[in-house]
């Protein structure tokens, strides 16, 4: 058998979908934007025995009404003709709010399995799955898979081979169906996965013989009935009828309703132990989660999350500045012996290694804050951050999913723009997308720690947490402003499980560190590197060829004082530091490796070096208040050239772009200049 079968990989956001496709595609696939939009897909290509597949991974998605582009691509594929076998990924530690979208899938009237992943949380969390009796309440195949340890891959393909044009597997045996009166109800339950109200059911039956009379070329007659129940736009559209004698209104929440009747029906059959788990999960969430204590909390345990940051991280850095000190003054004899130039031995120690070095130091700090949001994440409390903040959220014109890019926000400016996606509203994707910026990115905390160590001393990890705490603060007061320019807009409902707490999943943990660590690596071999050594050009070379030890007529300088008119409200108006923002423009943290480069310090994040920049500082009047002036504009101002290059792939607009610079901007020196203003009056 050679025929190609064409299988679309679907499912919930972090289900492991992506993973699941990369063990069977390895390097045999190709991404690509879907034709004229942003959202990516992913294709490859593997074979099984005699069978061939070709492997779509379609986007993240948690249902198919078709709100976000997301949703409208993935349901416009699975009911074309282009896809043979719906394999839908759940995570099996979630079943909740998986199994939605499974219900919908297996209505749509295609082959479906359903491949469970994840098992090994379930187990951790001392539950089990029935899967036995799981298919035969859902009608089709369940086989449980591990995308991390690659098991369980080949009996879904083999399935997959064996289950093209098999709509139901296996008879629907519904404990309730003997409860039922009507034999053409039990009829329904024998057929149909999910059988809903009399009153619905009788309007499905009448929307069915219309659309047989009147589009006998549509396929899946109840589908259609179910879609025109809810009032979905495309479809209402596709079957062009005018269906008002029957549907009176939306029944969508009826029927959503309904379903997750029904999954709580599985839930109760299937899973093993929940309701212990569940029990466990309520004590803490009624203090966690609770009304009034809910966002202190939360700002409680970030602050925590400082602590051991600056505890732990400068205890750790300690041993990284001694191995760069040792390694620079090395670097400085062997080129001395080898007889190398003045010029390329202040380029590679001046420049190369006092840049990246300069960097690296930070990287205990950065180690220590993606673990601890690592763990807050494994452990389950991160979603409960967006329940907690939905009631602020609604009052500026958003959901509380809105939060959850803002959060993405604290790691990293481009996944918390692209996270954006999710947003149904395109006004709620733009407000979302220019306010998430302000959020604090991990780039910017070594700005944080330097000077805050230099200049606050006693209360560092207060004034770097406070950065953190601002940065929310702005994007909520910008989107609120936001809001009051749009007027009055419709109710936001934010609809998000909340897993039960388990213990953070080591593996788990020290992959999503690693990833983190190794992008920070990464760009310190690249950004970084190549940034520190235009710095130390500008820094080194003027109109009239190599400045030497005067830089003061080199090409920074002359950039740096153009700059200074701009800042001097804001008390930074010193040209090295107009040099070092234009700098951080291709990451944040080259803005700490520009201050090494401009001042000739080799470990700036040493006792030594530290001392040196204050010097260095103090000398032109620059002191703590110049100093939080700094890190405010250094917080506030426009993200980096990744992130820009996101925000207008994701709006489509190179105007929504430009707006996003400017208002960072504006909002940065504003900000800046006020405190300095207000704080050099009263210091």
Not at 275 to 303: C, Q
Not at 643 to 648: G, I, Q, R
Not at 667 to 674: D, F, N, R
Request: hydrophobic share 45%.
């Amino acid at each position: 058998m050679n025929e190609e079968l064409n299988v679309g990989f679907i499912g919930n956001p972090n289900c492991g979908k992506t993973t699941l496709f990369n063990a069977y595609t390895g390097a045999k696939l190709k991404v690509a934007n879907w034709p004229g939009v942003t959202v990516e897909k992913k294709e490859g290509a593997m074979k099984y025995h005699d069978h061939h597949f070709k492997l779509v991974d379609l986007p993240g998605i948690y249902s198919l009404t078709s709100y976000t582009m997301e949703e409208k691509l993935s349901r416009e594929y699975i009911m074309s003709d282009q896809v043979d076998v719906i394999v839908d990924i759940a995570d099996a530690s979630s079943l909740e709010r998986n199994l939605y979208l499974t219900l919908q899938l297996i209505e749509l009237g295609k082959p479906v399995i359903l491949a469970l992943n994840m098992m090994d949380i379930v187990e951790e969390r001392g539950m089990e799955i029935d899967l036995h009796r799981m298919p035969e309440m859902l009608g089709i195949p369940v086989i449980p898979v591990s995308a991390r340890k690659k098991t369980g891959l080949d009996i879904l393909m083999h399935t997959v081979a064996h289950h093209k044009k098999k709509i139901q597997q296996y008879s629907y045996e519904h404990h309730h169906a003997h409860l039922v009166n009507s034999q053409d109800k039990r009829n329904k339950h024998d057929q149909y996965v999910v059988v809903y109200s009399d009153e619905i059911e009788h309007k499905i039956d009448q929307l069915v013989i219309l659309l047989k009379n009147e589009r006998p070329d549509l396929v899946n007659d109840r589908w259609y009935a179910i879609k025109l129940l809810e009032q979905d736009e495309e479809v209402t559209r596709q079957v062009g009828l005018d269906v008002s004698s029957i549907v009176d209104r939306s029944y969508e929440q009826d029927i959503i309703n309904q379903k997750y009747d029904f999954i709580d029906e599985v839930i109760e059959e299937c899973l093993v132990n929940k309701a212990v788990k569940e029990a466990k999960t309520d004590k803490i969430d009624a203090v966690l989660t609770n009304r009034y204590a809910g966002i202190p909390i939360f700002l409680g345990i970030m602050a925590m999350v400082f602590f051991l940051t600056f505890t732990v991280g400068d205890f750790l850095k300690g041993y990284f500045e001694i191995f760069l000190e040792h390694f620079s003054g090395g670097a400085a004899n062997v080129l001395s012996h080898i007889g190398a130039g003045e010029m390329v031995s202040s380029l590679i120690c001046d420049g190369i290694i006092a840049g990246v070095g300069g960097i690296l130091t930070f990287l205990p700090n950065i180690f220590i804050l993606f673990l601890a949001l690592a763990i807050l994440e494994d452990s389950g409390y991160m979603s409960r951050v967006a329940y907690i903040m939905d009631g602020l959220m609604g009052k500026l014109g958003l959901s509380g999913r809105a939060f959850i890019p803002m959060l993405l926000g604290f790691g990293c400016s481009v996944p918390a723009v692209m996270a954006s996606r999710a947003l149904e509203d395109i006004k709620d994707r733009r407000k979302t997308v220019l306010v998430t910026p302000f959020m604090s990115c991990s780039a910017r905390l070594p700005i944080y720690v330097l000077f805050s160590e230099i200049f606050f001393p006693d209360h560092a990890m207060l004034v770097a947490y406070s950065m953190y705490v601002i940065g929310l603060v702005v994007a909520i007061t910008i989107a609120l402003i936001m809001k009051l320019f749009e007027g009055k807009k419709g109710v936001h409902t934010l609809l998000i499980e909340l897993p039960e707490y388990k213990t953070p999943n080591a593996h788990t943990i020290f992959i999503y560190v690693w990833e983190k660590v190794k992008d920070y690596l990464t760009k310190a071999g690249t950004t970084i590197f190549v940034a520190s050594i235009i710095v130390w050009f500008v820094l080194n070379f003027g109109p009239n060829g190599m400045v030497g030890d005067d830089v003061s007529g080199s090409f920074g300088a002359s950039i740096g004082r153009f700059l200074i008119p701009v800042l001097a409200p804001a008390g930074i108006g010193v040209w090295q530091i107009g040099v070092c923002l234009i700098s951080g423009l291709a990451a944040k943290e080259v803005v700490v490796s520009s201050f090494c480069v401009l001042f000739g310090i080799s470990n700036i994040n040493s006792s030594l070096g530290m001392m040196e920049l204050k010097a260095n500082l103090s000398a032109v009047s620059f002191g703590p208040a110049n100093a939080y002036a700094l890190m405010l504009f250094c917080l506030l101002y426009t993200p980096c050239i990744a992130t820009l290059a996101t925000v207008k792939r994701e709006l489509s607009s190179t105007k929504w772009m430009i707006a996003s610079v400017v208002l960072q901007l504006s909002v940065a020196w504003g900000v800046a200049t006020l405190f300095y203003q207000i704080a050099s009056r009263l210091i």
